[in-house]
Structures are given as structure tokens and as C-alpha cells.
């Protein structure tokens, strides 16, 4: 018999309750004891008490498995209820990123990070898809194969942020052009997003379950066969893709001042916190219906009001629930890692992990020779974009939502992502000692 209403909610706030206490005893366990980033723990505590591990075996009394394993052929391994959770979570979280983006920062340092970046863009991307296809049988064009490419690209600029302003290298000729090269990173990690959702959705499927076409225009199946493809409607739909994000982004911009105007109207309690996170919410839904993603949506909003007055305030106020809403989402990705699944991937998620550094050190390391640093320069700077953390598994997540990839590809995603954070610290701090990382101090 199906649950009612309030088994469904209380079988939630269970979930709920385990999921949080799991996110800061595994972050407390990777910041204290391992100094590592928080996200590393909340991925491993999501692994542990997933449906695929401990949380099977957790029975509620008239409820049933804590986490029940998944049920046939779902990509989802968890209730539908908890995954609309996790991506109002991934929402927020891109959000409060645009808000505090530092456009200035990017403008001041743009044309070194801008070639800094786009070599760790390309380099990755392309590497990725090419495993793919060679480990699968799949092409480079097919929706699997991009998705991970795409989750190869954005360097996780909070790892390191950290890592540089725990050794005083923040303010290094290396240290600025790695967090302007990262911040560059993920503004192409995105347009590489929204290129290959309009690219690998031939139709989207709404919740009723009916294929609509998607208002992009897809050009592949979801199969990712594509016999003779027509690279001019490729750039069409690319350019119609780039556009949209571009639009909504300036238009977030342009219009800043007069939604701080208009907000700061309010004078009731909460007002500003309150319209900022509607607008926001509304935006990442336009934004879906248009064929791209919510988090898109999510960003170029927070970016567009990263210039006004009140985004200090508005980081401030959420920091709470930044901290209340977004390890549920990590969480929730470990939950979706299939052990048995990853271990027949192994040798794809070893070569995977391998590519995954050798893109970013070369890719970003031989364009920072030629802008005026040493060898030893460019290898902090290409080690520095080295990590991948939050990007990476909310692409991975996007992709097994969309049927796109399984849970085995999935799982090696998460492996590139792990292994990258972990060795980033541990390469970047003893590369920072000697001497200066310029040609021409």
C-alpha cells in the first residue's frame, strides 16, 4: 500500500535528522583531524549511511529501511522527496557563489586568468570525453561522454582558497592569478554546462512523465547515437545556449540597482533575505524551463547581484542556512555512489583520476610560462587548479538525474573528485616553498 502524507514527511525528517548529524561529524572528522575540506567528509558520511551501505539495514518501526536500496533501474538511489531537498540545497549553494564572486577581481586580473583558465577548461573537457568514449561504447559526442568531460573542468576554488590563505600565499603573483584563473574556470565551466545540456537533450521529460522538445533544440539522442551530425545547427544551438546564459546574466547585472532599490522598500524583518532567495528560486526555474539548469539560473542571479550594496548583507544572513541546506546535498551524492557499481570502474576512475591532473597542471601550467612565469610558478599554478570538489558532483548528480550516466560512471566522477582534492593540498603547500614563481620578478 502506498504512504500516506505524514509517512512520507516523517520518514523525511528522519532522513533529514541522520543526514545532518552525519554532514558535520564528517566534516569535523576532515577539517580537524585529516585537513581536508569539510565537503570531503560530508561525501564519505553520505557513502557510509547511503542505500548502498549502512542505511539499508537502519529500520524505522511502520517505515521500513532508513535509506532503502533503490527499487529496478532508477538513477536515483533515494526518495524523491530527499532529492527535491538536495537541489533546493544546490540552488542556494550556486547562489550564494554568484554573490560572492568578485566581478572587479575578474576584470583586474582577466586576460592572464582568462588564458590561465581556458587552457583548464579545454585541456580537461576534452581528456575527459575521450575516456569516456574509450572506456565505454559510447562516442565523445554522446551525452555520457560530455557530462564527464564537463565535470572534469572547474577547479573547486574553495579548496584552494583555503589552502593558499592557510600559508599566507593569498597575495602572491601565483596566489592572485590562481583564484582569478579559478573564478574565470567556473564561469567556462558553466558555459560548458550549458552548451552540453542543449547539446545532449534531444527532449526533456517533464514530471507527468511526457517528452516535451526541449526549447534549445537537442541534438542527441538519449542514447547518444547521432549518425551524421550537422555541425551548423551544433553551433546554433551552442551560440541559442551561450545566449540565454549571457542575457540573463547581463540582465541580472543591469537590473541590480533597481532590485536593491526595490527590496530595500521592505522594512519588514527578513524582507531583503526573504525576495532575494524568491527571485532566485524563480530564476533557476525560468532558467530550467528554458532547457538549461536551475543552478545556471542560481548563479547568473547571484552574479548579478554581487555588485550591490546589500550582498554583503545577504552573505551574512545566509551563512546559516548555507550551513543548514548545503551539506545535505553532499551528503545525498555520496548516498548515490554504488560500491559494487565502482569497483567494476576502478581502472576507468584510476586512468580518469590520473587525467584529471595531468589536464589541469599542463593545461594551466604551460599558458602561465608564457604570461611571464618560471617553471616553478606555473607548477603552483597549475597545481593550484588542480582540485575539483562541488562543481564536479553537482554536474555528476545533473548527468545520473538526466539518465545520462549510471551509477558505475558516477562513482568515478566521485573518485576523480576526491583523489583531486586530497592531492591538491598535499602537492600545493610544498610547492610554495623556494623561491619566487616569476621570470622577471
Known amino acids: 500500500m502506498e504512504q500516506n502524507l505524514t509517512e512520507v514527511v516523517l520518514h523525511l525528517v528522519f532522513q533529514l535528522a541522520v543526514i545532518l548529524c552525519a554532514a558535520k561529524v564528517g566534516g569535523e572528522i576532515a577539517e580537524r583531524f585529516l585537513k581536508q575540506p569539510a565537503v570531503l567528509g560530508e561525501l564519505a558520511m553520505g557513502m557510509l549511511i547511503g542505500p548502498f551501505a549502512l542505511g539499508q539495514y537502519v529500520h524505522l518501526p511502520h517505515i521500513g529501511a532508513l535509506f532503502p536500496p533503490p527499487a529496478g ?39 592572464k586568468a582568462f588564458v590561465i583558465g581556458l587552457g583548464g577548461a579545454i585541456f580537461p573537457f576534452f581528456l575527459g570525453a575521450w575516456a569516456t568514449s574509450v572506456f565505454t561504447e559510447h562516442g565523445m559526442m554522446s551525452p555520457m561522454a560530455l557530462f564527464t568531460g564537463s565535470a572534469m573542468t572547474a577547479t573547486s576554488i574553495g579548496i584552494t582558497a583555503r589552502v593558499l590563505s592557510d600559508i599566507r600565499k593569498l597575495g602572491t603573483p601565483e596566489g592572485v592569478s590562481i583564484l582569478a584563473a579559478a573564478v574565470i574556470d567556473d ?41 551524421g551530425l550537422d555541425w551548423g545547427e551544433l553551433g546554433w544551438v551552442a551560440l541559442k545556449a551561450f545566449g540565454i546564459w549571457v542575457g540573463i ?3 541580472g547585472i543591469f537590473s541590480a540597482k533597481y532590485i536593491e532599490r526595490l527590496f530595500s522598500a521592505f522594512k519588514a524583518s527578513g524582507a531583503k533575505i526573504t525576495l532575494s532567495l524568491a527571485l532566485c528560486f524563480l530564476i533557476a526555474g525560468l532558467v530550467e524551463l528554458f532547457g538549461l539548469a536551475m543552478i545556471i539560473g542560481a548563479y547568473s ?18 551563512e546559516g542556512l548555507y550551513h543548514a541546506l548545503v551539506p545535505v546535498f553532499f551528503v545525498v551524492m555520496g548516498m548515490l555512489v554504488s560500491f559494487s557499481a565502482m569497483r567494476e570502474e576502478l581502472v576507468f576512475g584510476v586512468v580518469l583520476s590520473l587525467l584529471a591532473i595531468a589536464s589541469k597542471v599542463f593545461g594551466c601550467g604551460l599558458p602561465a610560462l608564457g604570461l611571464g612565469f618560471n617553471v616553478r610558478g606555473a607548477t603552483r599554478i597549475g597545481l593550484g587548479m588542480l582540485p575539483r570538489g562541488e562543481f564536479a558532483l553537482i554536474i555528476a548528480g545533473m548527468a545520473l538525474a538526466r539518465g545520462a550516466i549510471d551509477t558505475g560512471l558516477f562513482g568515478v566522477v566521485v573518485m576523480m573528485t576526491v583523489v583531486t582534492a586530497f592531492l591538491a593540498p598535499v602537492l600545493l603547500v610544498p610547492a610554495f616553498r623556494g623561491g619566487g614563481g616569476l621570470r622577471n620578478p
Open 73 to 111: 533501474h532508477t538513477p536515483i538511489a533515494v526518495s524523491g522527496e530527499l532529492w527535491a531537498f538536495a537541489q533546493v540545497a544546490v540552488v542556494v549553494l550556486l547562489f550564494i557563489a554568484g554573490l560572492e564572486t568578485d566581478l572587479k577581481n575578474i576584470l583586474r586580473y582577466g586576460a
Open 187 to 227: 564561469v567556462l565551466g558553466l558555459l560548458v554546462l550549458v552548451i552540453v545540456i542543449a547539446m545532449a537533450a534531444g527532449a526533456a521529460v517533464d514530471d507527468a512523465g511526457l517528452a516535451r522538445p526541449n526549447d534549445l533544440g537537442g541534438l542527441a539522442a538519449a542514447d547518444g547515437a547521432q549518425p
Open 249 to 251: 546574466t547581463a540582465a
Open 301 to 318: 542571479i547571484g552574479l548579478g547581484l554581487s555588485q550591490t550594496e546589500m550582498s554583503k548583507e545577504l552573505i551574512k544572513e545566509m
